[in-house]
T-cell receptor
């Protein structure tokens, strides 16, 4: 069964360091999402890609966060420098296309702890 | 902008008892509604969704939810829960078109043997 892959599963870093997360969506899925889930909260969208183009990054803290999907397949989310408040689960999801008719499939997430 | 309120952060229930997880949304336009389940250390899985048509939607593992437009609710129910239903449940809403999913804060369902 096709799945969304994410790595690493866990990351511990010190504040002011740089971190990067990787996501490989289900093959053929054009739409890719990065969410942040703070403990005790629901996921919040950080950025949405359609193929290699950014569709929505209105909630991405662009002073420290960046995301790319250069070839329209896998994607990387980077934080530089990391802050204590960035500790959270970072979830990647993919769907065949945009819109509510297309189910989003979630990866297992990367749990980030900033010390 | 749309928003989702899940009224209960934790719901403990005995095995084989019924359960209802409440979800209310606010939006001035038509919405699409979803319930997702998250097991420990895993990503979210779609449980069921309402896009249009019948207001009662069902999942393959016995959950159901009813869209109530007048009460702006989409409560999740199961007549008899199992230990394996222990998880976090998230209600989510999106508008028609390409607007992002907005999630509630989640309800932790704990099934007690």
């Amino acid at each position: 069964e096709a799945e969304v892959a994410q790595s690493p599963r866990y990351k511990i870093t010190e504040k002011s360091q740089a971190v990067a997360f990787w996501c490989d969506p289900i093959s053929g899925h054009a739409t890719l999402y990065w969410y942040r889930q703070i403990l005790g909260q629901g996921p919040e969208l950080l950025v949405q890609f359609q193929d290699e183009s950014v569709v929505d990054d209105s909630q991405l803290p662009k002073d420290r966060f960046s995301a790319e999907r250069l070839k329209g397949v896998d994607s990387t989310l980077k934080i530089q420098p990391a802050e204590l408040g960035d500790s959270a689960m970072y979830l990647c999801a993919s769907s065949l296309d945009q819109g509510p008719n297309n189910e989003q499939f979630f990866g297992p997430g990367t749990r980030l702890t900033v010390l | 902008a749309q928003s989702v309120t899940q009224l209960d952060s934790q719901v403990p229930v005995f095995e084989e008892a019924p359960v209802e997880l409440r979800c209310n949304y606010s939006s001035s336009v038509s919405v699409y509604l979803f319930w997702y389940v998250q097991y420990p250390n895993q990503g979210l899985q779609l449980l069921l969704k309402y896009l249009s048509g019948s207001t009662l939607v069902e999942s393959i593992n016995g959950f159901e939810a009813e869209f109530n437009k007048s009460q702006t609710s989409f409560h999740l129910r199961k007549p008899s829960v199992h230990i394996s239903d222990t998880a976090e449940y998230f209600c989510a809403v999106t508008l028609s078109g390409n607007t992002p999913l907005v999630f509630g804060k989640g309800t932790r369902l704990s099934v007690i043997a």
